[in-house]
């Protein structure tokens, strides 16, 4: 089972940029797809971005489109995401995620991850 630790979230002023991580342990980081999601208060865990095995493939969420990266570096067994232009209503709980095994390409459905960190927390005042 990998295991996955984001860090890099806090608190930034509307307009302000993030850089969240995430580093995987385990021998298949570089076999898996990867995603971001994010969980507001009282809402559902959302898809915000997703990135292929080879990083050659992304996705990403309409409300940030334009706005967010999402990278990985094999070597490092890591993975981010860049925020920039930062809206208050980006304001949640931030979660990395790995696809099963053998699912190699970028997706925006939930269910098809099977390993969850433990969520970093992003806050945007206007």
């Known amino acids: 089972q990998v295991q996955l630790v984001e860090s890099g979230g806090g608190l930034v002023q509307a307009g302000g940029s993030l850089r969240l991580s995430c580093a995987a342990s385990?021998?298949?980081?570089?076999?898996?797809?990867m995603g971001w999601f994010r969980q507001a208060p009282g809402k559902e865990r959302d898809f915000v971005a997703s990135?292929?095995?080879?990083?050659?493939?992304?996705d990403y969420a309409d409300s940030v489109k334009g706005r967010f990266t999402i990278s990985r570096d094999n070597a490092k067994n890591t993975v981010y995401l860049q925020m920039n232009s930062l809206k208050p209503e980006d304001t949640a709980v931030y979660y990395c995620?790995?696809?099963?095994?053998?699912?190699?390409?970028?997706?925006?459905?939930?269910?098809?991850?099977?390993?969850w960190g433990q969520g970093t927390q992003v806050t945007v005042s206007s």
């Open positions: 995620a790995r696809r099963s095994t053998g699912y190699l390409s970028a997706s925006r459905i939930k269910a098809g991850y099977d390993s």
């Open positions: 385990g021998r298949t980081f570089s076999s898996s797809a």
């Open positions: 990135i292929s095995w080879s990083g050659g493939s992304t």
